[in-house]
């Protein structure tokens, strides 16, 4: 049995034990979670180092400021061990059999990059809409919409060495997809493994600024020029807006 590195980054308490509880009671037995306190509210991080405290195989690294998730998961990456990495948000949760069932399809299909299709909830619990797994997604596929959910990734430690989530307010992991994507071919499995949590209040609910950050994407990231990153923007946007209609279709 490998082991699993997951790394959750912390900003707001708010969700945090849900979502760490579903991490450290997987059925996956050989894990390590290391969390990654990303701010400075001393009363926080006190909560959470109680939470975590008598808890075996448990990392918390203080950032002691606020670096962004990004860097919090990057941080996370240098301290793990596994042969996999897993992320997940610190307010998003896992089906009990997530790891499990990922990790055995990744061996079985010898995988270097998976994700799931995942469920929609809102600040109550409430189930408002769900997201279903592309079986093949390709470097072509991204270009157009990213769709992909963070919460729901497990991926080689191998592979991410050489590279790192992006230091953008929002879509930071779009950018390690896309370059990953290049080498790797990203296979989606549609059983629901994960709740996502849609939250009012967060930087990624913002749409100026992920429209903002997806023009970075393509005019700094891919290094495409001004006319071609600004197409691009439209057709990612016009394609997120049709993933919220499926989703609800979907639920």
Not at 70 to 80: D, L, P, Q
Not at 120 to 142: F, P, R, V
Not at 176 to 184: A, E, F, P, T, V
Request: net charge positive.
């Amino acid at each position: 049995m490998n082991l699993v590195s997951i790394i959750i980054p912390v900003y707001n308490v708010t969700f945090f034990i849900e979502a760490f509880n579903s991490a450290y009671n997987q059925s996956y037995k050989k894990k390590e979670i290391i969390i990654i306190y990303d701010n400075n509210k001393k009363t926080d991080f006190d909560k959470i180092n109680r939470i975590i405290c008598k808890k075996k195989n448990v990392r918390l690294i203080n950032n002691k400021k606020n670096l962004g998730a990004g860097i919090a998961r990057n941080i996370g990456i240098k301290y793990a061990k596994g042969t996999f990495l897993a992320f997940l948000d610190s307010d998003d949760r896992w089906k009990k059999n997530k790891l499990k069932i990922q990790i055995k399809f990744m061996k079985d299909n010898k995988l270097n990059f998976t994700h799931t299709s995942y469920n929609i909830i809102d600040e109550k619990n409430k189930l408002i809409g769900s997201q279903l797994a592309k079986k093949i997604l390709t470097y072509d596929n991204l270009l157009n919409s990213c769709d992909i959910g963070l919460s729901t990734v497990v991926i080689k430690r191998k592979i991410i060495l050489n590279n790192g989530f992006s230091t953008l307010k929002t879509k930071e992991d779009y950018v390690l997809w896309l370059r990953l994507s290049k080498k790797n071919q990203i296979i989606g499995i549609q059983k629901k493994l994960c709740d996502w949590r849609k939250s009012l209040d967060t930087l990624s609910s913002s749409i100026r600024q992920k429209i903002f950050d997806a023009f970075q994407v393509y005019y700094k990231e891919e290094n495409l020029n001004l006319f071609v990153s600004i197409f691009r923007v439209f057709i990612l946007s016009y394609n997120f807006f049709l993933k919220k209609i499926r989703q609800k279709i979907y639920l």
